[in-house]
């Protein structure tokens, strides 16, 4: 196998972590506690990242549409947010992981907001990992923001307001849609759909996420780059 993870670490992966609720449930335990082992999912796979020729990881956390949840439910995962970032921010500074926080903030609580800052400041330095958490998020509503604030609308400048293309894309919780997650940036995306619930993702789910990648050709439109024949080859 070609040892893709370490010679190239320029990408950007979003991943859609989707089925804690299924998860806990599955367990005859609350939604919290698959939320709850969702964020060590998220421990696992920003460790392994780097490792894995990963520059930037976005990953989407709670949507603009999830505010439709029960009441109880998005308190308690507001919460969780706050609570990972005030307790992760000095792992992340340990690790050069510079955290940054994307999406809608005049909806979140003033203790999110105020835990936000602190990590982005703190971990501002950072250059191993870029890590982007979406919360309040909709790619609809971020297109629509950017190209207000745009005097000249053109593709590069939205792609400077909006981020990076993405490479690779993850769905876990067997489920196949984008969920209004970076649509403009994943544009040329590669999708992975993967059954399993994100609780359970880990290391080697990533990388064989990864490995699919690797094995794809990308051709952003154009024709596939003939292949020499094999006697062709023999005398070069
Ligand atoms: C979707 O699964 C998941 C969410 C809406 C929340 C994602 C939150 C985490 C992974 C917690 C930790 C995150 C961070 C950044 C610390 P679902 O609840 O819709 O699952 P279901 O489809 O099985 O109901």
């Known amino acids: 196998m070609r040892d893709y993870f370490t010679s190239q670490s320029s990408l950007h992966v979003g991943i859609i972590m989707d089925g804690n609720g299924r998860w806990a449930t599955a367990r005859g335990l609350p939604r919290l506690a698959g939320h709850e082992a969702g964020a060590e999912a998220v421990n696992r796979v920003v460790e392994a990242a780097p490792g894995c020729g990963v520059a930037v990881l976005t990953l989407f956390a709670f949507s603009s549409d999830n505010w439709s949840r029960p009441k109880k439910e998005v308190a308690a995962l507001m919460r969780l947010f706050a609570c990972y970032l ?21 909806r979140l609580s003033r203790k999110l907001l105020a835990a936000i800052g602190k990590a982005e400041r703190a971990t501002a330095g950072g ?8 919360v309040d998020y909709s790619a609809r509503d971020a297109i629509l923001a950017a190209a ?19 490479d690779l894309l993850i769905r876990t919780g067997g489920e196949q849609r984008l969920s209004d997650f970076m649509l403009w940036e994943c544009a040329y995306a590669e999708l992975v759909f993967a059954r399993r619930m994100w609780p359970d993702f880990d290391a080697a ?25 094999r006697e062709e080859a023999w005398l070069d």
């Open 127 to 134: 250059s191993a990992l870029r890590l982007r958490i979406a």
């Open 205 to 229: 789910d990533l990388a064989s996420a990864l490995q699919d990648f690797h094995c794809r050709e990308r051709r952003f439109g154009a024709v596939p780059v003939p292949s020499v024949r």
């Open 148 to 166: 207000r604030g745009l005097p000249q609308l053109s593709r590069e400048s939205l792609e400077v307001r909006l981020g990076p293309p993405v």
């Open 86 to 106: 005030e307790r992760e921010t000095a792992r992340c500074v340990e690790n050069g992981i510079r955290l940054e926080v994307i999406g809608r903030r005049d």
